[in-house]
């Protein structure tokens, strides 16, 4: 059974930081790429940012590169979503999720490429 455990959402002025953590169990995580959606009020879900899963390969929506850093860390299961000069239309539920297929990233900002999802976490960024 995957899990996967957002933190690390809140309330932030805008230009402020947050770094959201997803920590994952249940499948061997070093093998499955993971992703962060987010999704606002009125608005369907949408794709934020990729990475493979070695790390090694990065992928990010025009509207936060440059802005938003991806990583993971293997040996404590768990992906960070670091989040630098936040804009009020950030604000959004954030979702981590986990590629249905291991070893492979195809079209990761397709949400149905991925099986498992968070319960997701707020972020609130206040004008």
């Known amino acids: 059974q995957v899990q996967l455990v957002e933190s690390g959402g809140g309330l932030v002025q805008a230009g402020g930081s947050l770094i959201l953590s997803c920590a994952a169990s249940g499948r061997t995580f070093s093998t499955y790429s993971m992703g962060w959606f987010r999704q606002a009020p009125g608005n369907e879900r949408e794709f934020v940012a990729a990475?493979?899963?070695?790390?090694?390969?990065?992928y990010y929506a025009d509207s936060v590169k440059g802005r938003f850093t991806i990583s993971r860390d293997n040996a404590k299961n768990t992906v960070y979503l670091q989040m630098n000069s936040l804009k009020p239309e950030d604000t959004a539920v954030y979702y981590c999720?986990?590629?249905?297929?291991?070893?492979?990233?195809?079209?990761?900002?397709?949400?149905?490429?991925?099986?498992?999802w968070g319960q997701g976490t707020q972020v609130t960024v206040s004008s």
């Open positions: 990475i493979n899963w070695s790390g090694i390969s990065t």
């Open positions: 999720a986990q590629d249905r297929d291991a070893l492979r990233i195809l079209r990761p900002t397709m949400q149905a490429r991925y099986d498992y």
